[in-house]
């Protein structure tokens, strides 16, 4: 777990210098990093999706994962008990909780975090982490100079995000197949698109809502198991 520590770590160093320089960075240039994360985010999500796609075994999967992840993310209303959860801290609601579902969408969805923790569980391997971690240093001060130090919130979720990848690599490692991984990195991507929609102001697209799309994959490989073995 070392790395997923280390990682941890980054974030909240990462958000404690962007708050310190929050003070100093007039509005528009606040407005400008607001921007910036936004094309980031895009740059980001497109590139994951791009670069896993072609590895699907059921190139419409991912489809039906983002279809089906807003229907019940809506019913759920995640996006909404979020907000409601950002306010209840205090924030200036809608600035944090923007960034705090970038953020988190930005540490935990991709290839080092999730591969990351499951090599370092298989391999003893933190190399993926700690090139992770060193991302995330300096996005999360980025992120916290232009929403303040309310960004830290996202470390431990990352916390828990990485050690869940990790637990079920010890247990269940070598029976995980490298198409779900390229599946749930596809659905992440595009999630992180999303993000990057909102951030920019073009479309709001709760990117929280679509969470859920992220089980659906898991669960289409559970059933595909279920029947090639019944």
């Not at 941890?8 to 990093?33: C, D, E, H, M, P």
């Not at 869940?164 to 690599?169: I, K, L, P």
Request: with cysteine; charged share 10%; glycine share 12%.
């Amino acid at each position: 777990m070392l790395g997923t520590i280390t990682n941890t770590v980054a974030i909240l160093v990462g958000s404690a210098i962007g708050a310190g320089l929050k003070r100093g960075i007039k509005q528009q240039y606040q407005s400008a990093l607001y921007t910036a994360m936004g094309l980031a985010s895009l740059s980001l999500g497109v590139n994951a999706v791009v670069r896993t796609m072609p590895q699907s075994r059921y190139p419409v999967l991912f489809i039906v994962s983002i279809a089906l992840g807003a229907l019940v993310g809506t019913m759920l209303d995640i996006d909404g008990r979020f907000h409601r959860l950002v306010d209840r801290m205090g924030a200036t609601a809608d600035g944090l909780a923007k960034g705090l579902s970038t953020g988190i969408l930005l540490y935990c969805i991709g290839t080092f975090s999730i591969v990351g923790p499951m090599l370092s569980a298989l391999e003893g391997d933190n190399t993926f982490l700690y090139t992770n971690a060193t991302l995330d240093l300096i996005t999360s001060a980025v992120l916290s100079a232009t929403y303040g130090f309310g960004m830290a919130w996202a470390a431990p979720v990352l916390f828990c995000w990485q050690g869940m990848f990790y637990v079920v690599a010890l247990w269940f490692g070598p029976i995980i197949p490298d198409a779900l991984v390229a599946e749930i990195i596809t659905v992440g991507g595009t999630l992180i698109v999303a993000s990057g929609l909102s951030l920019l102001g073009i479309k709001d697209c709760r990117a929280l809502n679509l969470l859920p799309a992220l089980l659906v994959p898991v669960v289409w490989f559970l059933l595909v198991a279920g029947f090639g073995n019944a």
